[in-house]
C-alpha cells in the first residue's frame, strides 16, 4: 500500500514511472510480485525491472526472510522489531540508484513512513537524507538524484485517504507479512494497515483471514 | 590485490576478518572467487559469504558486466571509465553492512583508492565517509560500523610496497578486469597494477599475457 501510495503520488507530479521490485526471499513474494505487475499496469508503466536479490536469505536475520523466526502476531511492540531486515532499504535504494543512474531517472521514490510505522531505523529522515547524499557522492557527476518519500510524516489513516483520494487500486495491494491468500491480519504489516482504514473510516478491499 | 591488502591491514589490527565475495556477472568472477578463498584460507578466515547478484547482469551499462561494451585497453585516461558499475561500491558497502549487523561486527573493510586509480566515484572518502553515516543512521541504535580503507590515500607503489611488507600473497590475488588465465596486462586495472610493481622496483608474480 505505502510503496504503491508513493508511485501514484509521484506520478501525479509529473514523472514517467521505472517500476522495480525485490524479490528477496519474503514470505509474501509471489503475491507482491503479482501485485507489482497488477499495479504497473494499472499505472501503465511500461519499464518495469524485477530483481531476484537470493542473497537476502543468506544474510536472514529477519521473521521476513528466516522461515525459523516466527512472524509476530501479538500486537506492535517497541523497539525495532523481529521483521526489521538488516538495511534492507539502503540496499533497495542502492540498487535503485543504480537503475536510475543508468537510466538518467531523477528521483528515487520510496513508501517509507517514519512515525507511524514499525520502527525500522531505515525508514527515518535522518536515513533518507544521509543515504541522498552517498548515492550524489558515489555516483557520476552529472547524475543528481533526489530521494522522494511523501508518506514519511503521514499516520496510517493519512496513507489511506490520500490513496483513496488518487484512486490508488488498494485491492491490488498487499501488505501482509506472512500470507499470500488471505492477509493474516494479525502480523504488524496488518496490524498498520487496518488500523489505518479504521481510522479513515472505511474498509480494506483485501481479503482477510481473522480481523481483530 | 587492494582487497587483499586491505583485509591484511585489518587483520594486522587485530580484528578477525568475516570474508564477503561478490559475484555481480564481472568477466573474471570465477577467478576472482577461486582467488578470494586460496586468500581467505592463506589468511585463516573461516566465515565467508560468496553472494551471488545476478542483478548486476541486468542493470549493465558498464564493461566489466556488459559482454557487449568492449574493456578499454588503451590506457587510462580521464573521467569516468565504461568499466564504472553504477553505484557498485553503494551497493556491496549496503549489503557488506547488513552481514556486519548480522555478525555484529565493528569493521567494514574495503580497499578502494581515491587519486591514483581510475576515478571512479564511489572509490572517493568523501563517499565513504557519507556512507559511514548513511549506514549507522540506518541500523539498528547499538549497530555501530566503521569503514576502514586502508588504501584510499596510498599510491600504487606504496600499495604494492605494503603488500609485501605484510606478507600478502600477491601470487593469489587478481586485478585483470578480462581474462581469467593470463592477465591481459593493458586494461586499467593491470596498467595501474603494473605501475605500481615497476615503481616499487619489483615484479608481478601473476602470469600476463602482454606487458607494456
Not at 506472512?178 to 502480523?187: F, H, P, S, T
Amino acid at each position: 500500500m505505502d510503496s504503491t501510495l508513493a508511485a501514484y503520488s509521484i506520478k501525479r507530479e509529473g514523472y514517467d514511472i521505472i517500476g522495480v521490485h525485490f524479490s528477496y526471499g519474503q514470505r509474501t513474494q509471489q503475491k507482491e510480485l503479482r501485485s507489482f505487475h497488477a499495479i504497473c499496469d494499472d499505472l501503465h508503466v511500461l519499464q518495469r525491472h524485477t530483481l531476484q536479490l537470493d542473497f537476502f536469505k543468506d544474510i536472514g536475520a529477519s521473521a521476513l526472510t528466516d522461515r525459523n523466526i516466527t512472524v509476530p502476531t501479538g500486537g506492535i511492540e517497541s523497539g525495532v522489531p523481529v521483521t526489521y531486515v538488516p538495511f534492507r532499504n539502503g540496499i533497495f535504494l542502492s540498487i535503485a540508484a543504480a537503475i536510475a543512474e543508468k537510466e538518467g531517472a531523477e528521483v528515487l521514490g520510496i513508501g517509507v513512513v517514519e512515525e507511524d510505522s514499525s520502527g525500522y531505523p531505515d525508514c527515518t529522515e535522518t536515513f533518507i537524507d544521509s543515504m541522498t547524499q552517498s548515492i550524489n557522492a558515489g555516483t557520476k557527476e552529472d547524475t543528481i538524484l533526489r530521494i522522494a518519500t511523501p508518506l514519511i510524516h503521514l499516520k496510517k489513516e493519512a496513507i489511506v485517504l490520500k490513496a483513496l483520494q488518487y484512486h490508488v487500486p488498494l485491492h491490488l495491494t498487499w501488505s501482509c507479512y506472512q500470507n499470500e491468500r488471505l492477509a493474516c491480519g494479525v502480523c504488524d504489516s496488518c496490524r498498520l494497515r487496518l488500523k489505518g482504514f479504521a481510522l479513515a473510516d472505511t474498509s480494506d478491499p483485501i481479503p482477510y483471514e481473522t480481523v481483530t
